[in-house]
């Protein structure tokens, strides 16, 4: 028997680890027992269903479940299974023992045993009891016996935890087998709000904005099932309309039913508690329903007792699950809703210093919109200065609904919106905001958001504008901290823009008048400005590090966390002089405020594109694209465009292109390209230059010579250069064989002012190795290699240049002791790097020593190609690779012809078993 799969989504989501260790367990020629937990909803089912769907058909599968009520029934999760199996396979005189009242029940076990042993036989089997928290004794025997037979089976069962008390026979069947079984546990828990988004994409077939994702995680708490419910009757309009959408009937029932049977007093209490919101404090629910301490005390144990609320925190309590709150308002009368909220503000506003997002939600649903606009603007500068910028973000647009344009209210939601990474809303909000700005002072606040939001939407035009109305406003401001703060916009504005010395002169005016006045925080900002020019030259580096390192401490003694998360942020992206640990501190350090101040992307995607970073100058490719994934899957900037945005992108296809992932690359490439024709013009300046290195790599000498006029009408219109970027694509115009001259043309129009020496050198002396200018071409090799600038990958392959050289000077022997370096720093990487160690290892005939083995049989994979391994070993087929991985058959064939080939097999069988050594 196989189940299908449910559910609006065409793919299981967040459940990946989870169904690798239970596939890890099927595969074993031993017996395995696992165990899911989880609440109603959370996906066991859809779980044990993909797992069945990747079994080979030689194997056997019974599933059987055990319903409400069956304690009464005996052996009725394997009756249900029988119902499901084959009738001629199933021996009818063990059959009618087993439902034999009259027989002993040891009697009607051995029958069970009996009836599973004729069924599964000696083939590979996996048997499912799901619901064993409904299970009748004799099931629970009998799962428990079966744990203890031998052979090729996976035995799984599955639970819902807050659903198992003493009295189920499941609670002692739990104990003994973690006493006498090597158990696996699976904890099902409920969708990250990044399941969420992924879930949403794939059932509608685009990436919901961040606002419906953030709503329908909240509203759901992050259960798939609930989270499907509500998207059944999703017809393709707009995805917001799915926050606001009524519950379905069946939901709201199932939901209803937990309190259905609650006497009138708790009934009256647990509906107060739906109105009171998502949080509900112990006092304000005693004020509001008029109940004495020790009948609140009783009904709120009842409530928990039941799971339908949880204790949240110190007298306070919240829902289990939003949508029962939600289910129980919606059969409430409108006046009864008001009145409840009516009540609760006053209770608030008694209380005085109440928390201002609570005052504001009981205000607007009780009609008192007054008191919500006050509540709001409080609010919303209190939520900015703690860093919950989201909440404040809500606050400030709740007020909006109101006062539309008040500044203050504008001023507020602009900033909160560009910390959580909102950009077209902070765009829009900080237009307003300086339209109506009542003060020159309030106008250079909104100015000086404006111009960085110019920058992070890659608005160049509108920057260089808005930085001329900035200069503009600084004639008419008196000296003081607004001036500065105008100061430290422009200098700001110009470094980003690639002007240096302006930025410097700007920095230096808002710092002398910061200073003369005695401005402590336009003195900090001033020196941020100032010390990110400094350290992003290798000449002033250490300067500009000395100066952001002593400004730290201060800012953060001032709460000025933005100032202090993006003066970390420099000093760890700035030329690399840093050692492993102090840039690893830094990292944490630069989370931990930036977090502080709500800014989004500095506490997620610049943290985790920071820790790849420290990777690579580590030499640790896998570390490296580990820590880039890891940032996606937290970012809400990827969760909100759906694709893999911005640096996120450009990072990793680079790390994909050294680690050889070349299917990958074409999928972002693909990505980005889409980006670029929705508008965004970053994506459309990097494009070419990740196309042309896949191309040179796949060994498509026309594509990539065609897309070398590409690549340079894309960098004359931008000022941004990359000398790592200058020396890979030198690196593969001359292994796919490129014109020099034309290699030439892209190291010329890729090496401009800024590029550090040790890469113009290194770009330098590549060009002059492919001359047959060895003697030159030697000497860059080795100054580069001895540099502590370039990471370990880069100095690996200057050693290698060095090697060649030598071995074209006919000089072996130092050859030998350059490739011996470059094995030293290239011990954990792989791709084109090592494929080039290998081959000069080889021309010099050398064994790898000690410690420095060459990457050979699974470890020369790819972290792509292990998985794909894994699914071969599995005896997965090239379309059941490409359905499981979502990737073409095409691509699916490419993966295991490349593991074939690494592994030195020839063929699928032996893929297993290398991969089981």
Known sequence: MRTTRGGVSPMMIGRDHELRQLTRLVTTPRPHVAIVAGEAGIGKTRLIQELLATLPPEAVVLTGQAEPGSLARPYEVLLDAIDAADEDRVDSIALAAL???????????????????????????????????????????????????????????TYRPDE??????????????????????VRLGRLTEAQTAALLAAATGRPAPYRTVAALHQRTGGNPFFLEELLRGYAGEDLETLCERPLPWSLAEVLRRQVDDLGPDSRRIVEAAAILGYRVPFDLLAAVTSAGEDELIGVLRELVTRGVLVESGEDEFSFRHALVREALAEQMLGRQRRRLHESALEALLAAGGSDPAMVAYHARRAGRYDDMVVAARRGSALYLAIGSAYQALQLAEMGLEEVGEDAELLGAAARAAWLVGLLDDAVGYARRWRDRAPTTDERADALYLMIRLAWETDDLDEMRALTDEMQQLITELPPGPKQALAMTAVAQSTMLRGEPDESLAWSQRALELAERLDLPNMRLAALVEKGSVLVDCLETAEEGRAMLTGLVDEAEKLGEWVLAARALNNLVQGVPTAESTEHAELLERMRVDAERAGFESLAVAAYFQGRARLAVREGRLDAAMAALEQGQARDRGYLRWGQRSGFHAVFLAGLSLEAGELNRVEEIVAELRAAAARGDRSAGLVVPGIALHLAARRGDLATADGLVDELIAAMNDSPWRSQSQAHDLVSAGLHVGLPLSRIAEIAHNLLGPDIWDDYRILVDAQLAEARGEHEAALAGYLRVAGSPVPPPSVRGTAELGAASCLLALDRPGPAGEHVTNAGALLAHWSGWRVEQLDALRARLGLEPADGQRTVTGTGALTPREREVALLIADGLTNAELARRLYISPKTAAVHVSNILRKLGVSSRTEVEGAVRR
């Open 164 to 185: 198992v008390t003493n009295r189920q026979p499941i609670a002692a069947l739990l104990g003994r087998l973690e006493r006498r079984h090597a158990v696996v546990n």
């Open 99 to 157: 439902t034999d009242p009259a027989r002993s029940p040891v009697e009607r076990l051995h029958a069970g045993l009996l009836i599973l042993a004729g069924l599964v036989g000696d083939a590979p089997a996996v048997i499912v009891f799901e619901d064993l928290h409904w299970a009748d004794s004799e099931s629970a025997a009998l799962f428990e016996r079966l744990a203890d037979q031998p052979g090729q089976r996976l035995l799984i069962g």
